[in-house]
């Protein structure tokens, strides 16, 4: 089935903009994408999920592409908005997988509508700044240093950093992107960030500045104040995904989660990144589904 654009309305009147893939009916998969990345077609994650029967649910956090802007919005508001996607396409429970910056809004998701949300699994997903027992910035190549240290520092720093990396990805090109991440590309994901995946990635970049910074800008500063919700609460099943070879969210981001999170189950890969984790995306999609398996 071709992909579905809809906008659904959210609370205060905004709009979100969401792309449904998959059998139509079928439970929802909801994927919360990356940080900086709008919704687009991504067949990596649709057909694992369609074979599993999943339909996949994908939309553009706010201030992203055609969604309404939220400016000052926690990630614990992801999961308001999920619910009214979840409503607008009347289903009643779901799935919950989160890429990159989609992780936390993932575990949203799991700690916030333990009714409606069966599983939740992370891919190199952040974990909270400031968390006991972990040096946030270690690992992290140089451009993520930059960005999140202006981040800390305040909103009119962060701007003027994401004003000069969002004119690197305004019209790039699937061979371009391993170049505009610079030093954020570990070995493997140079490996991985080829063909088909690499003109996805080049896509959802695009869209996700193509109405300027302001999703972008929000969602580092949710990632660096309270995220309104406690990981100790969470009780559905989670599985937390992370490569030893991840130079935008350290291996040490998913071994904290791993500890943390109420219930969590660690999936701890040596010799993955942050990229080339989409190479596993039919056993991590295969494990969401045993993991909700006794909630269907």
């Excluded at 990981?231 to 991840?246: C, E, F, T």
């Excluded at 500890?259 to 989409?278: K, P, T, W, Y």
Aim: proline fraction near 5%.
């Amino acid at each position: 089935m071709a992909e579905r654009w809809l906008t659904v309305r959210a609370a205060g009147g905004r709009d979100l903009e969401v792309v449904v893939d998959g059998p139509d009916g079928g439970p929802v998969l909801l994927f919360h994408n990356g940080t900086p990345t709008a919704a687009t077609h991504n067949p990596h994650v649709v057909k694992p999920a369609a074979k599993r029967g999943l339909r996949t649910v994908t939309y553009s956090r706010p201030g992203y592409a055609a969604s309404t802007e939220q400016h000052g919005r926690s990630v614990a508001d992801a999961a308001q908005d999920t619910e009214a996607i979840l409503d607008a396409l009347a289903a009643d429970r779901f799935l919950v997988l989160g890429w990159s910056g989609g992780g936390p809004h993932a575990l949203a998701c799991a700690a916030l509508l333990p009714e409606r949300c069966m599983a939740a699994a992370t891919m190199a997903g952040v974990a909270p700044y400031n968390a006991a027992g972990l040096d946030w910035f270690a690992g992290m190549g140089p451009e993520n240093l930059d960005e999140f240290g202006a981040a800390v520092k305040g909103e009119q720093p962060l701007i003027e950093f994401l004003e000069t990396a969002a004119a690197g990805l305004r019209d790039v090109t699937g061979s371009e992107v391993a170049g505009a991440l610079g030093g954020l590309v570990s070995d493997v994901d140079q490996s991985a960030l080829t063909g088909e995946f690499a003109e996805v990635l080049a896509e959802a970049f695009r869209r996700a500045v193509s109405n300027g910074i302001a999703g972008w800008r929000d969602d580092d500063l949710a990632f660096t104040r309270p995220w309104g919700f406690e990981l100790k609460s969470v009780r559905v099943p989670v599985a937390i995904w992370q490569g030893a070879q991840d130079l935008m969210v350290p291996y040490d981001h998913g071994r904290w989660l791993a500890a943390n999170v109420a219930g969590a189950q660690a999936r701890l890969l040596d010799a993955e990144g942050h990229l080339s984790l989409v190479s596993h995306l039919d056993r991590i999609l295969e494990d969401l589904v045993e993991l909700g398996s006794s909630q269907y």
